[in-house]
C-alpha cells in the first residue's frame, strides 16, 4: 500500500509538469546486506537483488514520518501536497535486506512512477505476492478518503518471508492486468481524489430502491446491529463481512470494498450509514454505475399507478426535479437530502402542474455527459471519463441469496431503533416542502413523525416580524376557517339601505 502511495503521488507530480516536484528526506529505513542482518527487534523486508536506486527508495517509503515529499505546489501560504502523501506515525522500526553491494545512500533522483511501479511488481513477484498488486492500489486509493473522515489509516506488521529466487527464476512475466494498471492509473487517480463520491458509492451499498423511508431502520437493523455490535468499535473479522457484503451488492465497485476493508475504513461507512442520512454526490452514479439514490433512476412502466388517479411519491419527488420550462422560481433545483424514497402515493388532482404535465410522457432521465477541467491560462477540455458507454449497474444475479447456503445463523435479537426510519422520512418530506408552497392537503403531511417539519417552521415565523402571516403553511388549507373571520369582520347594515351583494 505504501508503495503504491508513493506511485500515485509521483505520477500526479509527472502530469503537474514543472510546478511539481518528487524529492526524498533525510529520513531513511535501515538497509543491510544479506549475510549481515541480526537484528530480532527490527521487521526485515526482503528485496532481493534490487540496485541502489531501487533500494533507495524502498529506504525512502519504509521510513518513520516522511521519507519522500510530492510537492503538487509551493506557494507563499505553504506547500501543497498530493492526496496520497504519507506520514507513517508508528516507532515500529523497519528496514531492507538487499543481497547485492552498494550503497543506497548515495542516490538523491526520486523514482518515477513507472520504475516504482517496477520494483513493487518485482517485490511481488520475489515474494509470491500478485495478487496483492490490485488489492494494494484499491487499499491505496481510499487514502484521501481517510484523510477526509478522520481515521488513520492502521496496517498490519510484514511477515518474516525470505524471496527464496530472484524473480528470473520463477519462469513467469508480469500479469497483463498488471500494465492495464498504470494505463488506466489517471481514472483511478481521479476518482481516489474525490472523497465526496467515494464515501457516497461505499454508503450506496446499503440503499435498495424497494426500501422506502418509513422502513429504512428495519432494513438496516440486520447488518448494523446483528451482523456487527456498534459501527466504531467492530473487529477485524467483521469489517471482513461488511467489505464481502458491499463487494456482492455492487459488483462494479468490489475492489473499492476489499480496498475499504483492508485500509480499516469500514467503521466510518457504517457511522455514516446508521442514522439514515448517507452522504450523496450527483456523480458518484454516472463515474461508478452505481445508483445511490431513487433519484438516480427513473423508475419502469407509466407514471400513474394501477388506478390512474394515483401517482406514486416517488415518481412524483422525481418529476418535481425535473428542469422547468417556465422562469417561476418553482423549480426543486436540488436534489433530495437522503437515498430514501418517499412512501406511497398521491392522488394526481393534488399533484402541480409541472407534474401532471408529464403523466401522458414516456419515462424521464437524467443521462451524465462529462465534465470539464478549466485550465490556469483559461483553456476548458471536456472529459467524458473512463468510458462513453453506460456502466453496468446491478444485477439480479448479485441480489439473490447463493445457492450453496448451508445453515441459516442465528442472532441474538436486539432492539429496534426506528431513528434512522424517522430521520430519513423527515428529509425526504422536508425537501419537498421547502420546495413547496406550504402544508399539502394530504393526511400523511399530518403524520407525528414530520410534526417537526412545522413546529421548526411556525417558531421561526414568530420569531421574524417580516413574515406576512398570510402566508403562513399553518393558514394553507384552513380555508374556510379563513373565510369565515373574516365574514365575522363584516359590520351588519341597514336593509332598508341600498347595498351591493356578492355571488
Known amino acids: 500500500m505504501i508503495g503504491w502511495y508513493y506511485i ?8 503537474q509538469g514543472e510546478t511539481a516536484t518528487i524529492q526524498y528526506t533525510s529520513s531513511e529505513a535501515d538497509w543491510y546486506y544479506d549475510t549481515l542482518c541480526h537484528s530480532h527487534e527490527t521487521h526485515i523486508v526482503d528485496i532481493g537483488e534490487a540496485d541502489e536506486s531501487v533500494a533507495r527508495w524502498w529506504t525512502a517509503i519504509l521510513a518513520k514520518r516522511e521519507g519522500w515529499k510530492a510537492i503538487v505546489r509551493q506557494t507563499p501560504a505553504g506547500e501543497f501536497l498530493a492526496p496520497w502523501a504519507a506520514s507513517r506515525t508508528c516507532e515500529t522500526s523497519l528496514a531492507i535486506k538487499r543481497r547485492r553491494r552498494g550503497s543506497p545512500n548515495s542516490v538523491y533522483t526520486p523514482l518515477s512512477s513507472d520504475r516504482a511501479f517496477a520494483a513493487l511488481t518485482e517485490f511481488a513477484r520475489l515474494h509470491g505476492l500478485g495478487s496483492q498488486v490490485p488489492i494494494s492500489l484499491a487499499s491505496a486509493l481510499t487514502f484521501p478518503t481517510h484523510k477526509y473522515c478522520g481515521p488513520t489509516v492502521t496496517l498490519p506488521f510484514p511477515k518474516e518471508a525470505d524471496g527464496k529466487q530472484a524473480a528470473g527464476d520463477m519462469g513467469i512475466g508480469p500479469s497483463p492486468k498488471w500494465s492495464s494498471l498504470m494505463e488506466d492509473l489517471p ?94 454526490d450527483s456523480l458518484a452514479f454516472p463515474w461508478t454505475g452505481c445508483p445511490q439514490s431513487f433519484m438516480d433512476i427513473a423508475g419502469s412502466g407509466p407514471y400513474t399507478c394501477e388506478d390512474p388517479n394515483y401517482i406514486s411519491r416517488a415518481d412524483v419527488w422525481r418529476l418535481l426535479h425535473l428542469p422547468s420550462t417556465e422562469d417561476d422560481d418553482l423549480g426543486y433545483r436540488n436534489r433530495p437530502f437522503t437515498p430514501w424514497a418517499p412512501c406511497g402515493t398521491s392522488l394526481v388532482k393534488d399533484c402541480a402542474l409541472r407534474v401532471a404535465s408529464h403523466l401522458k410522457c414516456p419515462r424521464h432521465e437524467y443521462q451524465y455527459s462529462h465534465w470539464t477541467w478549466l485550465l490556469e491560462d483559461g483553456a476548458a477540455i471536456e472529459d467524458c471519463g473512463f468510458s462513453k458507454s453506460s456502466l453496468p449497474t446491478m444485477t439480479e444475479t448479485f441480489r439473490n441469496p447463493p445457492a450453496d447456503i448451508k445453515e441459516l445463523r442465528k442472532f441474538k435479537e436486539k432492539e429496534l431503533d426506528q431513528r434512522a426510519s424517522l430521520e430519513a422520512s423527515l428529509d425526504i ?39 406576512d402571516n398570510r402566508d403562513s403553511p399553518e393558514l394553507v388549507g384552513q380555508s374556510d376557517d379563513r373565510l369565515e373571520t373574516w365574514l365575522s369582520t363584516i359590520v351588519c347594515q341597514d336593509p332598508n339601505q341600498p347595498s351591493m351583494s356578492f355571488a
Open 8 to 15: 500515485l503521488s509521483a505520477r500526479l507530480v509527472e502530469i
Open 429 to 467: 418530506f422536508l425537501w419537498f416542502i421547502i420546495n413547496g408552497e406550504g402544508r399539502p392537503p394530504e393526511n400523511i403531511y399530518q403524520d407525528d413523525w414530520l410534526a417537526p417539519i412545522w413546529s421548526d417552521d411556525e417558531s421561526g415565523e414568530e420569531l421574524d416580524e417580516e413574515v
Open 187 to 280: 481514472y483511478y487517480m481521479t476518482l481516489s481524489c474525490n472523497p465526496d463520491v467515494m464515501i457516497a458509492t461505499l454508503c450506496g451499498s446499503f440503499w435498495e430502491p424497494e426500501v422506502p423511508c418509513n422502513l429504512v431502520s428495519p432494513w438496516l437493523h440486520p447488518i448494523l446491529d446483528e451482523v456487527v455490535d456498534g459501527a466504531s468499535s467492530i473487529i477485524a473479522h467483521d469489517q471482513e463481512i461488511i467489505a464481502l457484503v458491499g463487494a456482492i451488492r455492487r459488483p462494479n465497485v468490489s475492489a473499492l470494498w476489499i480496498g475499504d476493508g483492508t485500509s480499516g475504513l469500514v467503521p466510518k461507512v457504517l457511522q455514516k450509514v446508521r442514522r439514515g442520512r448517507p452522504p450523496l
